[in-house]
């Protein structure tokens, strides 16, 4: 119910009716903190059948969804793609939140697809949810300004379906190469290229490079469980 009730918010309205943004981050803090420990516990070996309620999959699905749309998304958007998108019910303005505040947003969201992956690798969800986290997932690679540590999870979330959901291929290029044409080039391709040492294989490979790398080898080695 929690998780639900998070996923319901919305932040506009919240601030409007004179709620404290501590408040709301702590709200939203919450719940994907408890949405990861869900994902982690349903994850784990011997944990009985019952524990995993369709319900709370859709509400964790639900509360990622709009913490991405309402926080993650202005935040790391640039101020261009704000003012397209932004309308008076639709994520416009600054977020009221210190940047020590969006880091911890972050790192959260972030924890949570990591644990979105270990619970995929676990169970299934239905194809709608899956659409949706293919959906979320690929728009974090397509920010104005990376965060490495988001697409190394959404990167590990997309693997996972990609490998365990043949049916859904097709849907996880055809939307990724619908974004292609607002891939930046140039210097401002730079800052997306991986922080890896030259000794590393993942050196000089940007984001999506690497994406998409991850994405074909897992349509032909064996799975990896985490």
């Given amino acids: ?24 981050l702590g709200a939203y803090l919450l719940g ?29 699905v639900k509360c990622l969804k709009e913490v991405l749309r309402q926080v993650i ?20 303005g600054d977020l009221p939140f210190s940047a020590e505040e969006n880091a911890l947003l972050c790192t959260a969201v972030s924890d949570l697809m990591q644990a979105l992956h270990e619970f995929l690798s676990r169970h299934k ?17 397509f920010f104005a300004e990376p965060n490495f540590r988001l697409c190394s999870a959404a990167e590990e979330m997309l693997v996972t379906i990609f490998s365990r959901n043949s049916a859904l291929r ?16 140039g210097k401002r391709a730079k800052k997306f290229q991986l922080p890896a040492t ?9 984001t999506w490079t690497h994406l998409l790398l991850r994405l074909c080898q897992s349509s032909c080695l064996p799975l990896r469980e985490p």
């Fill in 198 to 206: 030259e000794d590393n294989a993942a050196y000089g490979l940007s």
């Fill in 125 to 141: 969800l239905g194809e709608d949810q899956l659409h949706q986290l293919i959906h979320m997932s690929l728009s974090v690679f």
């Fill in 73 to 92: 998304t202005p935040m790391l958007s640039s101020d261009g793609e704000r003012g397209k998108k932004g309308s008076k019910n639709d994520d416009a």
């Fill in 170 to 185: 097709g849907s996880v290029i055809q939307e990724f190469l619908s974004r292609a044409p607002r891939l930046p080039c």
């Fill in 1 to 24: 119910v929690l998780v639900s009730s998070v996923g319901g918010l919305d932040l506009q309205a919240c601030l409007d009716k004179g709620a404290s943004s501590a408040n709301v």
């Fill in 32 to 60: 994907l903190e408890i949405s990861t420990l869900y994902c982690v516990l349903a994850s784990s070996f011997g944990v009985p059948v019952t524990l995993v309620v369709e319900e709370v999959s859709f509400g964790i």
